[in-house]
Every structure is written in C-alpha cells, then in structure tokens.
C-alpha cells in the first residue's frame, strides 16, 4: 500500500461502514445492487460528519460514537473474524469468539476514526456493479482520487445475508484487509496463544477510548 495515504485510509473507513442498503433508520432494500449500497453509504458517512470535523476530532466518545451508529449495522464482524482467525475459529470456545469479535471490531474502529474526518465523497468513483448479484459472496470496486490526482483502486467485498448486503472486507491496491490481519494475527495467536492476543486487542482499545 505504497500510496495508501490519509485519504486512502479515509477510504478504508469508508468501506469498513458499508453494507447496509441504505441509511440506519431506513428498512433493508434487500435486492439494492451492492454498489448502490457504497454509494448510499458513503453519502450517509460525508452528511454524518458534515460540518462536525472540528467538534468530532475533540471529543472522541462522539467519534466512536457517530461510526458505531453506521457500522454496526452494515458490517458483518462474526464473519470477518471468523474469515481472520481462520483455523484458531475452529478450536476457539463460544467465548473466545464473541470476546475475538469485540476486540476486532472495536480496534477496527478505533484505527479508522481519525480517517473517517478526512473523508471526502467527492474522491470516490464508484463502478457499476458487473458481477453476479445472485452469489454470497461480491466485490464493488471503486477508485480513490489522491491530492496529486493519483486514482487507487479500492474495492469491498460483500456478504449476502437475509437482510441485505454486509461489508466483511476492502483491498487497497488488491491488498486485502482481512488477509493481512489474518497473517499478522495467526503468527501471535501461534507464539502468544489467543486469549493473550484478545486481551491485547481489548486493552489497546481501552486505553485509546479513556483518552
């Protein structure tokens, strides 16, 4: 991710909020193609911190707050930390994993929440979606305009589920999120056992959210 700067991150923020089909109050639109599902998204993420920048960076419980408010809701955490433990989901007990998913996805959120402010819409070009909607499993793919104008391609991959589509994954110049977490996690799950490696992931977002 040679080029992945902040606005690339911010990007990266983006997508980790997808996968509803349209803003939290409304109902699922279930057969909404997955690509109107980024845009609708993305326009909900750009009209939440609308001319909230300045008192969102000072007050980070309203942060943290703001992008649980959208995330929650669009993004599949007991799929994407299963997709990430990979093997150790297997041997891991009912409450390894439900500890495992918070950790993830409170860390997810805590390293996105300072891009989520760089944010700008107007930097997203969203592909029409060419794929096979009928599958569990698609990717939307989208570029990011950097300040040297510079296009990354970014893309999501998206979960059907009964109530719609769920974000599980994005890749940054096809270098996938979940792949690169999963490698990192596996060779500290390996060398540290993995309750030690959720109560680092607990305790890191503990500390950042007592700031």
């Given at each position: 991710m040679s080029r992945a700067n902040n606005s690339v991150t911010a990007v990266i923020c983006a997508s980790l909020l997808l996968a509803g089909v349209a803003i939290a109050e409304s109902p699922p639109v279930i057969d909404s193609s997955p690509s109107t599902v980024v845009e609708e998204?993305?326009?909900l993420l750009d009209q939440s911190i609308e001319g909230?920048?300045?008192e969102l960076r000072q007050d980070k419980a309203a942060l943290y707050a703001l992008i649980d408010e959208i995330l929650l809701p669009r993004f599949d955490r007991r799929y994407a930390a299963q997709l990430v433990l990979a093997r150790h989901w297997r041997t891991a007990s009912e409450e390894q994993r439900d500890r495992f998913i918070n950790a993830f996805y409170n860390n997810m959120m805590r390293l996105y929440a300072e891009a989520v402010l760089e944010f700008n819409i107007g930097r997203m070009d969203v592909f029409p979606f060419?794929?096979?909607?009928?599958k569990k499993r698609v990717k939307v793919k989208t570029t990011m305009r950097l300040d040297d104008g510079t296009k990354v391609p970014v893309?999501?991959?998206l979960?059907?589920?009964?109530?719609?589509?769920?974000?599980?994954?994005v890749e940054i110049e096809n270098i996938s999120y979940v792949r690169n977490f999963k490698a990192e996690l596996n060779t500290e799950i390996q060398v540290e056992g993995l309750d030690d490696v959720?109560?680092?992931l607990e305790a890191k977002y503990n500390d950042?959210?007592?700031q």
């Open positions: 998204t993305a326009k909230r920048r300045d060419r794929g096979d909607a009928t893309n999501y991959g979960v059907r589920r009964d109530t719609g589509w769920k974000m599980f994954d959720i109560a680092r950042s959210a007592a």
